[in-house]
């Protein structure tokens, strides 16, 4: 097969993946990132007062301590996570600040063990 025509149709394949991964649920108020680095949430979804959320991409649980660019998390486990943020970092709803105590969502992507935190629905 002409080498053109076998990347064209690569090319395409691509393009048709990706137009099925950026559909959005209007019920769970998701955009998925097409880069791949996860969903964004701008409200809280009902699925995680039931524990029922995406592991990859999202760290479900309770602020212990919040200061600029670090959040603590303690898990369902009783295990605490401290995670990094990024400038840009979202924390919705917007203009709130985490405090201990807060049930919180932080969603992202984990990076060779580490969680890289895109944003935060606070409940």
């Known amino acids: 097969m002409n080498k053109k025509i076998t990347t064209a149709l690569a090319a395409l394949a691509l393009l048709v993946g990706l137009a099925g991964t950026l559909t959005t649920s209007a019920s769970a108020n998701v955009i998925v990132v097409a880069q791949g680095y996860g969903p964004v949430y701008t409200t809280w979804q009902p699925q995680w007062d039931r524990w029922q959320y995406d592991r990859r991409h999202v760290v479900l649980g309770t602020v212990v301590h919040f200061r600029p660019y670090r959040v603590a998390v303690q898990r369902r486990n009783g295990n605490v996570l401290t995670i990094d943020l990024k400038p840009g970092t979202v924390i919705h709803p ?25 944003g935060m629905v606070l409940r």
């Not at 917007?94 to 895109?118: E, H, K, L």
């Open 94 to 118: 917007t203009g709130a600040t985490p405090t201990a105590g807060d049930r919180i969502a932080v969603y992202g992507y984990w990076s060779n063990g580490t969680f890289i935190a895109n």
